[in-house]
C-alpha cells in the first residue's frame, strides 16, 4: 500500500482503498494484541516463579540429623536449623535431679505459656524433653533475640544467685534460664527457651525438625 493511498481514499474507484488502510490496521491491531500476550507471557514466568521457594530456601527448612552418639555428660553440642542455633545438652544425673529444685523460681515451670509454639506435646515435662538426659533448644532469647551463654556450673558466680543450679545467662540483659530452658521469674525474656520438633530414629541419632514418630 502506498503513502498516497492512505492518505487520499477516495482516489480508488469504490472506496477499495479505504478498505485497504481498514484491513491494515485489523493487521497491525492483531499483531500488536498478539505481540502484548506473548509479551506479557514472558514477563509473567519470571515474576510467578519468584514465589516458587529456592532450593537453598527448601534445604534451610529442612529436617537435620544429628549424630549424638559422642556427646559426654554434661557436654552441648550446636547445630544450625532454619538459620536457627539449636542446642543438643546431655545433661549429667545431678543436672536432672536439680531441675525439680528450681520451680519455685521460675516463671513458667510447666511450659504452660505458648504450649504449642514453644513446647511440644512430648516435651511438657519437667526437663522439656524426650529423653531425661537430652535437652534439644533453640539457643535464642526470647527477650530481644540474643544468644544466651552457658553456665553449667554450679554455685555462686557473678550476676547468678549463690544457689544456682547450672543452666544459661543471656549477657544482653541478664535473663537466666535453667537446663530445661526455662526462665526464671523478675526477668526480661518473657517465656522460656524454644524446644524444636525432634525425635530419636536410633539410639545414636536425632532428628530435628520433625517429630512424626515422636
Request: charged letters at 25%; glycine letters at 10%.
Amino acid at each position: 500500500m502506498s503513502d498516497a493511498a492512505v492518505e487520499s481514499p477516495a482516489s480508488t474507484p469504490g472506496g477499495t482503498a479505504e478498505g485497504s488502510v481498514d484491513s491494515g490496521r485489523r493487521t497491525w491491531v492483531a499483531i500488536t494484541c498478539g505481540a502484548g500476550v506473548l509479551g506479557g507471557a514472558a514477563v509473567a514466568v519470571p515474576f510467578v516463579s519468584t514465589f516458587a521457594p529456592s532450593e537453598r530456601a527448601r534445604a534451610a527448612g529442612a529436617p537435620v540429623q544429628v549424630d549424638i552418639s559422642a556427646i559426654k555428660p554434661g557436654e552441648k553440642l550446636t547445630v544450625e536449623w532454619r538459620g536457627k542455633p539449636v542446642w543438643i545438652i546431655r545433661r549429667t544425673p545431678e543436672q536432672v535431679a536439680a531441675l525439680t529444685k528450681n520451680d519455685k523460681d521460675l516463671a513458667d515451670p510447666k511450659s504452660e505459656r505458648k504450649p504449642g509454639e514453644l513446647t511440644p506435646v512430648y516435651a511438657r515435662n519437667e526437663g522439656r524433653s524426650i529423653k531425661p538426659e537430652f535437652f534439644v533448644g533453640v539457643g535464642i532469647c526470647s527477650h530481644l533475640g540474643c544468644s544466651p551463654s552457658e553456665r553449667f556450673a554450679t554455685g555462686a558466680q557473678p550476676s547468678l544467685p549463690d544457689d544456682w543450679n547450672g543452666g544459661f545467662l543471656c549477657p544482653c540483659h541478664g535473663s537466666t534460664f535453667d537446663m530445661a530452658g526455662r526462665v526464671y521469674k523478675n526477668k526480661p525474656a518473657p517465656d522460656n527457651l524454644e524446644v524444636p520438633p525432634h525425635m530419636y530414629v536410633s539410639d545414636a541419632v536425632l532428628v530435628i525438625g520433625e517429630d512424626k514418630k515422636a
